[in-house]
C-alpha cells in the first residue's frame, strides 16, 4: 500500500497536469475561434470562384478554352502533400491523417508517389520509416497567409507542368465542429471545377432539371479571365486546405485537453478517497495499538 506522502504527491502532480491541459485547452479554444473565422470567411469565395470557372468551361461549346492546368492526363506519377502540425497533444488529429496517407500508398503501390509535408509529425513519421520526403514545408504555420499557401501551390503547379507528375493530392483534416474533423484526400491538380464533379455523378433526372446557363461578355475575353483565375483557384483551394487543417487541430487539441481536464478531476477524485482510506487505515492501527499497549499494562 502506498504511503500517505506518495499520495499527497500524486495529487499534487496530477493537479498541476490539470492545470496544465487546462489552460492548453482555454489557448487552444481562442485559437479555434479565430481559425474558424478564417475558414468561414475564405469557403465562400472559394466555392464562388470554382462555380465561375465551372461556368466558363460549360459556355464553352467550341472547346476552345483550355488551361494547362485543367488538362488530364493518364496517372502514373502522383505528388501527395501531406498537411499535419508540427505539435502533438491533439488527439487523433495526426494519426489520421498519416494513416489516410498511408492507406493512399498502399492503394496506389502501381504509381510513383512522391511525399511532401507540411507539419513535423507527419515529416516524422515518414522518415523514421524510411519513406523519401521529396520537400518538407517547415515553419509554413508560423506564416501562414495567402502568399504564403500560393507559393507552395506555385510550386506544386510547375511540377505539374513541367510534366514531373501527373497529378496532385492533398490529405487533410476538413473542420466540420470543434469535436468532429473529416480526413479527406483532395485533387489539387489538374484542377477539377464543380461543373466536372457533377458530371461524373450526373443522373438523367439531375441533367435535365439543371436551368439553363446564360452567357455573358467577358472583357479582355473568355480566355484570359481563365488564365487569370485558375491558377488563382489552384492557389485557393490550397489556402482553404490549410485554413482546415489549422482550424481542425485547433479543435482536436482543445476536445483532448478537455477530456484530459475531466480524467485528471477524476484521478484526483479517486487518489483522494484512496488518501482517506489509507488515512483512516493509519489512524485505526494506531488506536488498536495504543489500546493494545493500555490492555497489556494492566
Not at 479565430?34 to 461556368?55: F, M, N
Not at 432539371?209 to 483565375?229: H, I, T, W
Not at 478537455?258 to 487518489?271: C, G, H, R, V
Amino acid at each position: 500500500m502506498a504511503s500517505l506522502r506518495d499520495i499527497r504527491k500524486r495529487i499534487r502532480s496530477v493537479k498541476n497536469t490539470r492545470q496544465i491541459t487546462k489552460a492548453m485547452k482555454m489557448v487552444s479554444a481562442a485559437k479555434l475561434r479565430k481559425a474558424q473565422d478564417a475558414i468561414l470567411a475564405a469557403r465562400p469565395y472559394a466555392q464562388t470562384l470554382e462555380q465561375i470557372i465551372s461556368e466558363l468551361a460549360v459556355r464553352s461549346a467550341d472547346q476552345e478554352l483550355a488551361h494547362p492546368l485543367l488538362a488530364s492526363r493518364p496517372i502514373r506519377r502522383v505528388e501527395l502533400l501531406l498537411l499535419t502540425s508540427d505539435r502533438g497533444l491533439a488527439g487523433g488529429f495526426n494519426s489520421n491523417v498519416i494513416r489516410r496517407a498511408n492507406r493512399y500508398l498502399y492503394e496506389n503501390s502501381n504509381l510513383q508517389v512522391r511525399v511532401s509535408t507540411v507539419g513535423r509529425k507527419g515529416n516524422d513519421f515518414f522518415r523514421n520509416r524510411g519513406q523519401s520526403i521529396r520537400k518538407d514545408f517547415a515553419g509554413l504555420y508560423a506564416t501562414l497567409n495567402y502568399r504564403s499557401a500560393a507559393n507552395v501551390a506555385e510550386e506544386l503547379a510547375a511540377a505539374f507542368l513541367n510534366d514531373e507528375v501527373d497529378a496532385v493530392y492533398v490529405v487533410y483534416n476538413e473542420f466540420v465542429s470543434a469535436i468532429t474533423q473529416n480526413v479527406v484526400v483532395s485533387q489539387l491538380l489538374p484542377l477539377q471545377p464543380a461543373a466536372v464533379k457533377a458530371a461524373t455523378t450526373a443522373t438523367p433526372e439531375t441533367v435535365t432539371s439543371a436551368p439553363a446557363l446564360v452567357d455573358f461578355k467577358y472583357e479582355p475575353s473568355r480566355q484570359a479571365v481563365l488564365d487569370r483565375l485558375v491558377p488563382q483557384a489552384v492557389n485557393i483551394k490550397l489556402y482553404r486546405a490549410l485554413l482546415e487543417s489549422v482550424a481542425s487541430e485547433q479543435g482536436a487539441r482543445m476536445s483532448a485537453m478537455e477530456n484530459a481536464t475531466n480524467n485528471a478531476t477524476d484521478m484526483i477524485s479517486s487518489y483522494t478517497l484512496l488518501y482517506n482510506r489509507t488515512r483512516q487505515a493509519v489512524i485505526t492501527k494506531e488506536l488498536m495499538e495504543i489500546v493494545s499497549g493500555a490492555e497489556a499494562l494492566k
